[in-house]
C-alpha cells in the first residue's frame, strides 16, 4: 500500500499490488516533489504516463490539478485505479486510460492533448525513458513542468529548451524537474 500524503485526499490508500517492474514513487520523493510543484499544480492539467499505483496523478488532483490523464497498460492495475477513482469526490477529474504508453502519445498529440505537469516514471528495466519523453514533448504547455524518476546510473538526456529545476535521489532513485521554456 502506498497513502497519497497531500490535499483533500490525504491519507487515501492505494492498493500496490504484487507485479514485475511496479516500484511506486516513495513517500518522502513524492512529499519532495509535491512541495516542488505547490504553486503549479492548481488548475494545472496533468499526465501521469506509466501511471501504476496512479499516486503521482491521484496526488495531483487531491493537491488542485484539474485534471489528471493516467495510462497505464496493466488490465489489474487499471481496474483498481478506476475503483478508487470512483470512490474518491472529484475523482471524475481522473481520466484512467487502459494503453502501452509509448503507443499511446502519438494518438493523443493527434488530439491535440497539452499538459501543463508530466510525470515518467516507468518500469526501470525497460529502459523507456528516451522514447517517452521524446513522446510526450509534443503534449507539452509552453512552460510545462517534466518529472523523471530512475535509477541513479541513468543518463537522462533533454532535449534544447528544457532546463533542470530541482533534483534529490535516494539510493537507488534519482528524481529530477525540469522546466520548458523559462
Known sequence: MVRIVGGRWRGTRLVVPDIDGLRPSADRVRETLFNWLM?????????DLFAGSGALGLESISRGASS???????AHLVLGLRDVAGR???GQTAEIIQDDALAWLP??????????????????????????IAGVLPLMADDAWLYVEAPVSAAIAMPAGWRLDREGSTREVAYRLWRRGI
Open 68 to 74: 489528471a490523464t493516467l495510462v497505464e497498460r496493466d
Open 107 to 132: 494518438r493523443a498529440a493527434s488530439e491535440a492533448r497539452r499538459y501543463d505537469i508530466a510525470y515518467i516514471d516507468p518500469p526501470f528495466a525497460g529502459n523507456l525513458w528516451a522514447d517517452a
Open 39 to 47: 504553486p503549479a499544480l492548481p488548475g494545472a492539467r496533468v499526465l
Open 88 to 90: 474518491l469526490e472529484g
